[in-house]
């Protein structure tokens, strides 16, 4: 729904954009070494890089934002006190919201699905219930405010939760890359496992960690951090009731476009099975801190932002800004459950008609319908909303605009990405695919 980075999405949630296809990876991926594959991000560089400057960044972008001038050209950047970056309730809270979405994932609500098939032939079994827990946790936090909890003290603590998060970020990726040396070889993703101490803790060397039928990977990449951000969300509003007396009306659509979006992805959470997070990239730091710390820190900025430099709407000015998250919310969605359906059931009577592209692994490609359209329309769509939710913020600063900005180039590397793995894996086919549907995100753009 999820640095989505993930550094992907989260990204981002934001996870649910793959190439449509029928079947799990071929044989000849099966067999490859992972010590021949590419490495990405960067490299070595990149793994020792990121994981230095993206917390850094997570840090300075949330005291931009409560800052009067929220100016990211602002040198030197405000510096939080040591007393501002480390509160004690701020740990006991992150560690109890874990232990709270750990606990709803293993209560026996909603229905169990299949992954994948894995290189040794097995497929694993998932929880469907992410979307009870969103709803669990609404009624949780609607019971707290009714009972008159300070929500908006989350204005205060955001700088010690990202801290807090950052620092179980870092302790979990080590933990995964430790216990990775314990599992069978068949068990490691094929690119995280180089032999390369920094890259292989960053990429992650394990595919699909478990603590018994607890699988680490998918429990982080939709629940704790992003249901997280909603409720971050909701702490900005409630600090704005505090200060003003009621919501403004960009508070409002802020929270509501970002609520309907991880609603979404929580409400389609089997589609995350079939996503390059779960079928590909290793759990290891580039993904652990991505769930818990990019995604419910940086993309709700918005919400933040306008806590302390609250913008007028008019009429006019918010029915565009829904129509505009409308629009982008119809083509992801569509574009989604076309791409999800065609790799569940290519017979079912919605998809059986749409005309495809013979493989030389034995697999199809969409090249009609909204995949006719672009090579991933879902990434149009899912860029649409996120200019609609940085609009209610105005135009006297940049920085609200830091999730489109980042989610574009974002969106553009993972299709680079995509782009060669399939030319890799579908040859001529892939080919044939680009000369048939040669935009790749933007109609008649790119």
């Not at 918005?302 to 083509?331: D, E, K, R």
């Not at 553009?412 to 680009?434: M, P, S, V």
Request: positive net charge.
């Amino acid at each position: 729904m999820h640095i989505r980075i993930s550094l992907q999405s989260h990204l981002r949630l934001h996870a649910l954009h793959r190439r449509p296809i029928m079947k799990a990876n071929s044989q000849a991926l099966k067999n490859r070494s992972s010590h021949d594959t590419e490495r990405e991000f960067g490299g070595t560089l990149g793994a020792l890089c990121i994981p230095i400057f993206l917390p850094l960044t997570v840090l300075f972008l949330i005291s931009v934002s409560r800052s009067p001038e929220a100016s990211v050209l602002q040198l030197p950047p405000p510096l939080p006190s040591t007393e501002q970056l480390w509160d004690p309730l701020a740990l006991v809270l992150l560690l109890g919201w874990i232990a709270l979405h750990a606990l709803l994932y293993v209560m026996p609500l909603g229905k169990v699905s299949e992954g994948l098939v894995l290189r040794d032939g097995t497929r694993l079994k998932y929880p469907i219930n992410g979307f009870h827990s969103l709803c669990i946790s609404g009624v949780l936090l609607m019971l707290l405010v009714g009972l008159g909890a300070p929500l908006g003290c989350l204005f205060e603590l955001l700088v010690p939760l990202a801290v807090c998060a950052i620092a179980v970020s870092f302790l979990f990726s080590v933990y995964l890359y430790i216990r990775s040396f314990w599992v069978p070889s068949h068990a490691l993703a094929l690119g995280g496992n180089t032999g390369n101490p920094l890259y292989d803790f960053f990429i992650g060397r394990e595919l699909n960690p478990r603590i018994g039928k607890f699988d680490l990977k998918y429990f982080c990449e939709l629940r704790p951090g992003l249901i997280g951000w909603v409720v971050i969300n909701l702490g900005m509003l409630m600090k704005e009731v505090e200060l003003r007396g009621s919501p403004s009306l960009a508070m409002m659509l802020v929270n509501i476009f970002q609520l309907l979006y991880v609603a979404d992805a929580l409400w389609n959470e089997e589609a995350v099975l079939t996503t390059m997070d779960i079928v590909h990239d290793g759990f290891g730091f580039m993904l652990v801190f991505g769930d818990l710390a990019w995604v419910p820190f940086t993309y709700g900025l918005q919400a933040a932002f306008l806590v302390v430099h609250p913008q007028a709407l008019s009429s006019l000015g918010a029915a565009t800004i829904i129509a505009l998250n409308g629009i982008g919310y119809y083509v992801f969605r569509k574009s989604n459950s076309q791409k999800n359906q065609f790799r569940r059931d290519p017979t079912h009577p919605s998809v059986a008609r749409l005309e495809t592209i013979a493989t030389a692994t034995g697999k199809r490609l969409l090249v009609s319908g909204w995949w006719g359209l672009v090579r991933h329309p879902n990434y149009f769509g899912d860029l649409l909303m996120a200019l609609a939710w940085s609009l209610p913020c105005g135009f006297s600063h940049i920085l609200p605009y830091f999730y489109v900005i980042y989610f574009t180039v974002l969106l553009i590397h993972r299709e680079a990405r995509d782009e060669r793995q399939c030319r890799a894996k579908y040859g001529l086919a892939w080919d044939t695919y680009c000369r048939r549907v040669p935009y790749r995100i933007f109609p008649y753009i790119y």
